[in-house]
């Protein structure tokens, strides 16, 4: 099962690289509202440009948390469980503004794969 662990941790924090640092001015068919980069995406939600700056370098660390924890095991469960919130929220934003429930998939996926590197870990440190 380590390498379902290491998997998904790789999955996760790639995931974050690439939204937050590849595809942030790209529109996407889950962005929220009628976004079509990810910063409408959080107009569109009702929050500003100091909380998408915050939310983004929070997922980004978080992510980093993820990789150094394939060296460093104690970074593992904080950054999963940041980012396992983050996705809760998400899911939160967009039932908000009514988005059809296709555009949560992503963060729904993100946050099955959060528990999955938190239940994995729980038993990778014999607990």
């Known amino acids: 099962m380590i390498?379902?662990?290491?998997?998904l941790i790789v999955l996760v924090s790639g995931t974050?690289?690439?939204v937050w640092l590849l595809?942030?001015?790209n529109a996407t068919p889950y962005r929220g509202g009628a976004a079509t980069n990810l910063q409408e995406e959080f107009?569109?939600?009702?929050l500003n440009?100091?909380?998408?700056?915050l939310i983004?370098?929070?997922?980004?660390?978080a992510a980093l948390g993820l990789l150094i924890g394939l060296k460093v095991p104690q970074t593992v469960k904080p950054s999963a469980q940041i980012i396992a919130a983050l996705m809760l929220g998400?899911?939160?934003?967009?039932?908000?503004?009514a988005d059809p429930i296709v555009r949560s998939l992503p963060a729904l996926a993100m946050l099955?794969?959060?528990l999955g590197i938190l239940r994995l870990n729980k038993k990778a440190q014999g607990r």
């Open 3 to 7: 390498w379902l662990y290491r998997l």
């Open 16 to 18: 974050v690289f690439n």
């Open 23 to 25: 595809r942030l001015r």
């Open 43 to 46: 107009l569109a939600y009702g």
């Open 49 to 53: 440009e100091t909380v998408f700056y």
């Open 56 to 61: 983004g370098g929070v997922k980004l660390l």
């Open 90 to 97: 998400a899911i939160g934003m967009h039932f908000k503004i």
């Open 112 to 114: 099955g794969m959060c």
